[in-house]
């Protein structure tokens, strides 16, 4: 049982430079987002997708971009890394639906900007 | 847009104390959930509350759900050491699948 599955778990990126976050899922939820968690502020949606083709943006978008080609698959990709992009990174997915179910998160993945 | 909050942001209790946790929303939400993190961990799924009122129980865990559906808490009587964690409300608007998580209350146990 996969679940939910993060790389890489831990990342150091200069300014400037770019990286995805990969994001995986075996399923077969519809629903996924990525969050990120800073302390005292809790976890923050940047973006989601209903399902294949869909996404949306959260709360903090800006800086990120998101494509879901397939139902298994949610990468996050940080065009342009800036040291306020300096966070825990986490996946999660659900079923969908008009009575979403609980969200299954990954473990985690943990990027510093320098 | 909608938000979130939790109070306290922080709890230190003796072991065996109770402890509770409260979460409020901007607006009326269809639906609320809990989550626990572990430090160093990810967020794990405890309950989902529907209905208006609504209190369910896990053992030592009591979760309610407010009339208008705005707000909730989560309380953990007699508290143990494995209680230790951040705990996380999230609700979700109708119509709409996205989650906005709660601030969250980190527990400390005194042993």
């Known amino acids: 049982n996969a679940g939910v599955t993060q790389t890489p778990k831990f990342q150091v990126l200069k300014t400037g430079q770019s990286m995805t976050l990969q994001c995986a899922q075996d399923?077969?939820?519809?629903?996924m987002s990525w969050y990120r968690q800073d302390p005292g502020m809790g976890l923050r949606l940047i973006h989601y997708s209903v399902g294949a083709g869909i996404t949306d943006q959260g709360e903090v978008p800006n800086g990120y971009n998101v494509s879901r080609s397939t139902t298994e698959d949610f990468p996050l990709r940080l065009l342009s890394a800036a040291p306020s992009q300096t966070s825990v990174y986490f996946c999660?997915?659900?079923?969908?639906?008009?009575?979403?179910?609980?969200?299954?998160f990954g473990e985690g993945s943990r990027l510093t900007v320098l | 847009g909608q938000q979130v909050m939790q109070i306290p942001q922080y709890q230190h209790v003796q072991e065996g104390e109770d402890f509770t946790t409260y979460c409020n929303s901007s607006?009326?939400?269809?639906?609320i959930q809990w989550y626990k993190q572990r430090p160093g961990g990810h967020p794990v799924f405890l309950i989902q509350l529907v209905k208006s009122g609504e209190v369910k129980k896990q053992k030592r865990l009591t979760f309610q759900f407010g009339e208008a559906k705005k707000n909730s808490s989560l309380h953990i009587t007699a508290t143990q050491t494995t209680d230790v964690g951040t705990y996380f409300c999230?609700?979700?608007?109708?119509?709409?699948?996205?989650?906005?998580f709660g601030t969250g209350t980190r527990l400390t146990i005194i042993p």
């Open positions: 399923m077969n939820h519809e629903y």
């Open positions: 607006t009326t939400l269809s639906n």
């Open positions: 999230a609700g979700r608007v109708f119509g709409n699948e996205k989650l906005t």
């Open positions: 999660a997915s659900s079923t969908p639906g008009l009575n979403p179910g609980e969200l299954f």
